[in-house]
């Protein structure tokens, strides 16, 4: 599994690569997306809960920068993980300006709607079989 480039940020990678990761304490996986998604659609255990947006209106959110900080020790990568992949980006980007090795996961925890427009059977987070949960 190797990390592919990116512009801005340390890499993309795999979501098997970040649990790889985070299994052997090498990372912490941030989750940036809302609470509201993490309540309704699920979540990673142990992950660190961090919106890079909030909901209403989707403005960033201004504890982002500390939490981030507090949550990612020295010389831990920050692996970080949204819904499809997209908002995890600026996150990584934010993170590589802060002085972290940050890591977008690709396909995020849902992956890209399908023909149907439902998420969830075209890769992600839990389209991979990694551990997750509800509510």
């Known amino acids: 599994m190797a990390v592919r480039p990116a512009q801005g940020y340390a890499g ?7 649990w790889s990761w985070v299994q052997a304490g090498e990372a912490v996986l941030v989750d940036v997306r809302t609470d509201a998604e993490r309540e309704w659609v ?10 890079w947006k909030q909901w209403p209106g989707m ?8 939490g981030l900080q507090a ?3 020295a010389g831990q990568k920050a692996v970080l993980l949204c819904r499809s992949g997209v908002r995890s ?3 990584a980007r934010r993170a590589t300006e802060l002085g972290l090795e940050a890591y977008n996961i ?6 890209d709607p399908d023909e149907s427009a439902h ?3 075209k890769g992600g987070w839990r389209y991979h079989g990694l551990p997750w949960r509800q509510g």
């Open 119 to 121: 998420r969830g059977r």
């Open 59 to 66: 403005a960033v959110n201004p504890d982002f920068d500390a």
């Open 42 to 51: 699920g979540f990673v255990p142990g992950s660190v809960a961090l919106a």
């Open 71 to 73: 949550a990612v020790a």
């Open 89 to 91: 980006i600026a996150a």
């Open 106 to 111: 690709l396909e995020g925890f849902e992956g």
């Open 12 to 18: 993309n990678i795999t979501p098997q690569l970040a």
